[in-house]
C-alpha cells in the first residue's frame, strides 16, 4: 500500500458530484502536481483529504491507516498539513507570533508541563525558536518578522502560509494554488522553496494552474475534470495526452 | 484581537509595588464601607478574569453571573442545609461550578459562537430561575442566610471573619492572586498560544491540530471553577444570598469590565476594568436617576469601542505608557508593502 491512498473517494454537494471515484497513490518523498480546468475538484479533494470535508464515499489511507472520517486537528496530528487558496492568517498577530502560533505540533511536551514551565518546556521551545528562524530565512520573511501579517503584501502572505503549515510539522505538505496572484519570476521563487521544502524529507501535493510551473517542480502529475482523474503520469506525458488537451481546450468540433 | 501579556512589559519591581500598597490598604482605612467595595469589586474581579479567557478563545459567555450563582448556592446550601464546615463548602462551590461549565461547554462548544453565547444567556436564567422555584433548597426568593467563614488560627493569632471586613480583603486577594497566577500562566503556556489560534481563525487552527473545542472547554470550564469560588465568596461575605443578585445585568456588567479593562491582558485588564466600573457603579447607586448605571456603562463602552478597539482596552492605555513614556522606544511603524 502506498503512503498516502485515496479508494474510490467520492464527494457529492446535493446532487452535484465534486469527486466521483477518484483512486489515487502518493509515494512517500515525492512531488505531486494536481491540475485541471476550473471546477474540476482540486480543492475539493485537498479539502477531502484534510478532513475539511468528509467524502460521501471511499476511503483514505495514510500510513496504511485510515484517515478518512477524521476531524481536520486529527488529521493534522498524523501529519497531513494543507495551505488555503486565498491567504488565511492569524488576524491581527506579526509574523513571529503567526509562526508560534502554527508550532503547535512542534512541541512534545505536555500543556501541563508548559504551564508548570518544565525543563523539557524550556528546551523545547528554543528548538522550536531555533525552527521558526530557519524557516522564515527559507521563505524569506525575515525582514518582515515583526511586521504584522495583515501588511505583508500578497505574495509574502503567501511564503507565511507556507512557512506556518511547515512550522506545523508536515509529512504531508497539501499546497493549494501557492503560487496565485504571483508573475512567473515569483513563482519560480516558490518553485524553488517548494523543492527545497521537498529535500528536507516532506511529501508534497500540488494544485497548480501554471502548466509552466508544474513542469519544473512536479515529479508525476494528476490530471482532473469534472471530479474524475483522466490522467495520470509523469509531467511531459501527460501534458501532451489527448484527453488533457481536450479537458483545457475544448473538443474539436467538425 | 491582540494577545501580549503585560506581564513582560512591565517591570516586576513595578508590579511588586503595587501589590504591596494593596496589601497596606487596610492600615491606613478601616472603614467598612471601603474595604466592602474594594472586596467586592476583588470578587467581582475574578468573574471578570474568567470571562476574559473564555473571550480569549472567541467565546462570548452571556451566562457568567450563573456560575457566581451557583458557586454562591452550593456553598449555601452545603453550610446551612447539610451545615458543613465552610472550607469543604467553598471548595466544592468551585468543582460544581466547573463541573456544570464542563458539562455545558462539552455540549456547546462544538459548535461555539452564536449559538454558545444563546445557551450560555439561557443558562443564567435557568440557574435563576432553579434558584427561585426549588423553594425547599433555596427558600425562593426569600433567600438563604449565611454565617460568616470560622475564625482561622494561626499560631496563637485569630483571625475573626466576622469582627472586620480586614480578613476578607485578604482572602480576596488571595483568590485574585491564585487565579491570576494561573491565568499567567495559561497565557504562557501552550494553552495560550493554542488560545489565540483557536479564537483568531477556527478554521486555520483546526487545520494545524489544534482540536477547536478541547481549548475552548478547558477555557469555559477554568473560568467555570474560579467563578463559582468567586460566587461561594460572595455569599459569604454578604452572609445572604438571593436569586435577585444574579441576573441578566450581571453577566452583562462582567462583559463591560472585560471590555473596557481591554482582554490584550489576561490579569491586567480584568482588575482594571472592574475596580474602575465596580466605584462607579457603586456610587452611582446613590444617585436617584433611573437607569444612570446602565446608560452610563453603555456609554463608557462606546468609548472604549471607538478610541480602543480590538480588544485593547484600558489596560493598552497602562501598556502604552510603558513602552513610550519609560522605555521611550519608538513606535514602530509598518512600511508600506512595495512589490
Redesign the interface.
Known amino acids: 500500500m502506498s503512503y498516502l491512498e485515496l479508494k474510490n473517494i467520492t464527494k457529492e454537494f446535493g446532487k452535484l458530484a465534486a469527486l466521483e471515484d477518484v483512486d489515487l497513490q502518493v509515494e512517500k518523498g515525492e512531488i505531486l502536481g494536481i491540475v485541471g480546468p476550473n471546477g474540476s475538484g482540486k480543492t475539493t479533494l485537498i479539502n477531502v483529504i ?1 478532513g ?1 470535508y468528509r467524502p460521501t464515499g471511499g476511503e483514505i489511507f495514510f500510513n496504511a491507516k485510515k484517515i478518512s472520517g477524521l ?4 488529521i ?2 498524523r501529519g497531513i ?2 495551505t ?1 487558496q486565498s491567504n ?6 506579526t509574523v513571529v ?1 503567526s509562526m ?6 512542534q ?1 512534545r ?1 505536555k ?1 501541563w508541563q ?4 518544565t525543563r523539557t ?1 524550556k528546551d523545547e521551545n528554543e528548538t522550536v525558536v531555533g525552527r521558526v528562524i530557519e524557516l522564515v530565512k527559507l521563505l524569506d520573511l525575515l525582514n518582515d518578522t ?3 501579517a495583515e ?3 500578497h ?2 502572505q503567501r511564503m507565511l502560509g507556507i512557512a ?2 511547515m512550522i ?1 510539522n508536515p509529512s504531508v505538505l497539501l499546497l493549494d494554488e501557492p503560487t496565485t496572484g504571483m508573475n512567473h519570476e515569483e513563482a519560480m521563487f516558490v518553485v524553488d522553496k517548494i523543492k527545497k521544502i521537498n529535500e528536507q524529507g516532506v511529501t508534497v501535493i500540488l494544485i497548480e494552474h501554471n502548466m509552466k510551473v508544474l513542469l519544473d517542480v512536479a515529479t508525476r502529475v494528476v490530471v482532473l475534470s469534472f471530479g474524475t482523474k483522466i490522467a495520470d503520469g509523469k509531467p511531459e506525458e501527460v501534458m501532451n495526452k489527448q484527453e488533457v488537451i481536450e479537458a483545457y481546450l475544448g473538443t474539436e468540433t467538425i | 484581537m491582540r494577545f501580549i501579556d503585560y506581564k513582560n512589559v512591565v517591570p516586576k519591581t513595578v508590579i511588586g509595588l503595587l501589590v504591596f500598597l494593596i496589601l497596606l490598604i487596610p492600615v491606613f482605612t478601616t472603614n467598612v464601607a471601603t474595604l466592602s467595595m474594594l472586596i467586592l469589586s476583588g470578587i467581582w474581579t475574578v468573574a471578570v478574569m474568567g470571562f476574559t479567557l473564555v473571550l480569549r478563545t472567541g467565546q462570548f459567555s452571556l451566562g457568567q453571573s450563573a456560575f457566581l450563582a451557583i458557586g454562591g448556592y452550593t456553598s449555601a446550601i452545603f453550610t446551612v442545609k447539610l451545615g458543613w464546615p465552610f472550607w469543604p463548602s467553598f471548595f466544592l462551590a468551585g468543582m460544581a461550578s466547573g463541573i456544570v461549565s464542563l458539562l455545558v461547554g462539552m455540549v456547546v462548544l462544538r459548535v461555539g459562537n452564536i449559538y454558545f453565547s444563546i445557551i450560555t444567556l439561557a443558562l443564567g436564567e435557568i440557574v435563576r430561575i432553579i434558584a427561585q422555584q426549588w423553594e425547599p433548597v433555596t427558600r425562593g426568593t426569600r433567600g438563604l442566610i449565611l454565617s460568616p467563614p470560622p475564625p482561622i488560627i494561626l499560631g496563637g493569632f485569630k483571625i475573626n471573619f466576622e469582627a472586620s471586613p480586614v480578613p476578607y480583603f485578604y482572602f480576596t486577594l488571595c483568590l485574585i492572586a491564585v487565579t491570576a497566577l494561573i491565568l499567567w500562566q495559561i497565557g504562557q503556556s501552550r494553552l495560550g498560544r493554542a488560545f489565540a489560534g483557536v479564537a483568531l481563525n477556527p478554521v486555520l487552527a483546526e487545520h494545524q491540530g489544534m482540536h477547536l473545542m478541547k481549548y475552548r472547554v478547558i477555557a469555559f470550564t477554568v473560568a467555570g471553577v474560579f467563578t463559582g469560588l468567586a460566587g461561594s465568596l460572595y455569599a459569604h461575605f454578604l452572609t445572604v444570598i438571593t436569586p435577585y443578585v444574579f441576573g441578566l445585568w450581571q453577566s452583562i456588567q462582567i462583559m463591560i469590565m472585560s471590555i473596557v479593562g481591554g482582554i490584550s491582558s489576561l490579569v491586567g485588564g480584568p482588575i482594571i476594568g472592574t475596580i474602575l466600573l465596580y466605584t462607579l457603579g457603586d456610587y452611582l447607586t446613590r444617585v436617584k436617576t433611573f437607569g444612570i448605571q446602565p446608560l452610563l456603562f453603555g456609554a463608557i463602552v462606546v468609548m472604549v469601542l471607538i478610541f480602543l478597539p480590538k480588544g485593547t482596552g484600558l489596560v493598552d492605555l497602562w501598556g502604552r505608557f510603558w513602552t513610550k513614556v519609560v522605555w521611550r522606544e519608538e513606535e514602530y511603524e509598518p512600511d508600506t508593502p512595495d512589490d
Open positions: 484534510s475539511y476531524r481536520p486537528d486529527q493534522a496530528k498539513i494543507r488555503f488565511v492568517l492569524y488576524e491581527g498577530t507570533e508560534l502560533i502554527s508550532s503547535y505540533q512541541y511536551t500543556n508548559s504551564f508548570f514551565e518546556w515583526f511586521l504584522p501588511g505583508l503584501s505574495g509574502y506556518m503549515a506545523a
